[in-house]
T-cell receptor
Framework: AQSVTQLGSHVSVSEGALVLLRCNYS??????LFWYVQYPNQGLQLLLK??????LVKGINGFEAEFKKSETSFHLTKPSAHMSDAAEYFC?????????????FGKGTKLSVIP | KAGVTQTPRYLIKTRGQQVTLSCSPI?????VSWYQQTPGQGLQFLFE???????NKGNFPGRFSGRQFSNSRSEMNVSTLELGDSALYLC??????????FGPGTRLLVL
């Protein structure tokens, strides 16, 4: 069974500071990994994904994440936080080649940006 | 391309009633998945349909059911509603790749 752990249900950063949201996963097969963002009263928007190849992936809005197999991690970073980054972020995993697209999500991290 | 659309966006029902939610995937996408989001349990997978067949199912009671039509549109139904069914129900569609694209959700309140 797969699982995702997001460390910190709430993270606060100052505007312009580094954003680091942590995600660790458990999977018995090579995973596909995703980060989604959710703004209030909206659905989930894909930020970035890792499937195969380059372990450092870049996404929208200046976010990037690095897949580290040895650490079973896929942490999300952004060099400089903007007020518009305030939202809830979800890390998710699915089995590669499973033939089904069931996502297992972490509990989410709510990011606050302090002006 | 238009995104995933879900109707209705908001719904209020009373215990014991049933409800049907609708999802229209991105044009050309044949896979539709449904998720339930609650503050306590987070995001949980309900089921996935591909080409009108249920391909995968999460750990939910039989009161939760779904179907997919030949045009890939999907509906989910919840019978005998309980207070705990109050949630945001999200639909996602997938094309030829592995990425799921989510709709805005239907917020269901059970009184």
């Amino acid at each position: 069974a797969q699982s995702v752990t997001q460390l910190g249900s709430h993270v606060s950063v100052s505007e312009g500071a580094l954003v680091l949201l942590r995600c660790n996963y458990s999977s018995s097969v090579p995973p596909y990994l995703f980060w989604y963002v959710q703004y209030p009263n909206q659905g989930l928007q894909l930020l970035l994904k890792y499937t195969t190849g380059a372990t450092l992936v870049k996404g929208i809005n200046g976010f990037e994440a690095e897949f580290k197999k040895s650490e079973t991690s896929f942490h999300l970073t952004k060099p400089s936080a903007h007020m518009s980054d305030a939202a809830e972020y979800f890390c998710a995993v699915t089995d590669s080649g499973a033939g089904s697209y069931q996502l297992t999500f972490g509990k989410g991290t709510k990011l606050s940006v302090i002006p | 391309k238009a995104g995933v659309t879900q109707t209705p966006r908001y719904l209020i029902k009373t215990r014991g009633q049933q409800v049907t939610l609708s999802c229209s995937p991105i044009s050309g996408h044949r896979s539709v998945s449904w998720y339930q989001q609650t503050p306590g349990q987070g995001l949980q997978f309900l089921f996935e349909y591909f080409s009108e067949t249920q391909r995968n199912k999460g750990n939910f009671p039989g009161r939760f059911s779904g179907r997919q039509f030949s045009n890939s549109r999907s509906e989910m139904n919840v019978s005998t509603l309980e207070l705990g069914d109050s949630a945001l129900y999200l639909c996602a569609s997938t094309g030829s790749g592995e990425t799921q694209y989510f709709g805005p959700g239907t917020r269901l309140l059970v009184l």
